[in-house]
């Protein structure tokens, strides 16, 4: 059974920082994209980063650019979302999810598998 479990979300002041973790197991996902996505309340689910199978390129949400950056561990079957100069407006459920190919954009039908996600919360 595949699960991609998300850890690392809480409560943190606006300017404050949070690692995000995607723990995948049931399978490898070395040669698939991941992907980060969030959903506000009330609002659709957004695109917020991806990298490519090996980590040698990523994307970003423009609203997220230049503070988010997108890793992976494929030893660990793990992916990371390290978040800088969090906002007030950053505030979602991050859920991450595994593409079908290796490379993927910010299409919610590139990816396959998702996770439960995990709430980040900041405060002003």
């Known amino acids: 059974q595949v699960q991609l479990v998300e850890s690392g979300g809480g409560l943190v002041q606006a300017g404050g920082s949070l690692r995000l973790s995607c723990a995948a197991s049931?399978?490898?996902?070395?040669?698939?994209?991941m992907g980060w996505f969030r959903q506000a309340p009330g609002k659709e689910r957004e695109f917020v980063a991806t990298?490519?199978?090996?980590?040698?390129?990523?994307s970003y949400a423009d609203s997220v650019k230049g503070r988010f950056t997108v890793s992976r561990d494929n030893a660990k079957n793990t992916v990371y979302l390290q978040m800088n100069s969090l906002k007030p407006e950053d505030t979602a459920v991050y859920c991450c999810?595994?593409?079908?190919?290796?490379?993927?954009?910010?299409?919610?039908?590139?990816?396959?598998?998702w996770g439960q996600g995990t709430q980040v919360t900041v405060s002003s």
């Open positions: 999810a595994a593409a079908r190919a290796a490379v993927a954009g910010s299409r919610r039908l590139d990816y396959v598998y």
């Open positions: 049931g399978r490898t996902f070395s040669s698939n994209a």
């Open positions: 990298i490519n199978w090996s980590g040698g390129r990523t």
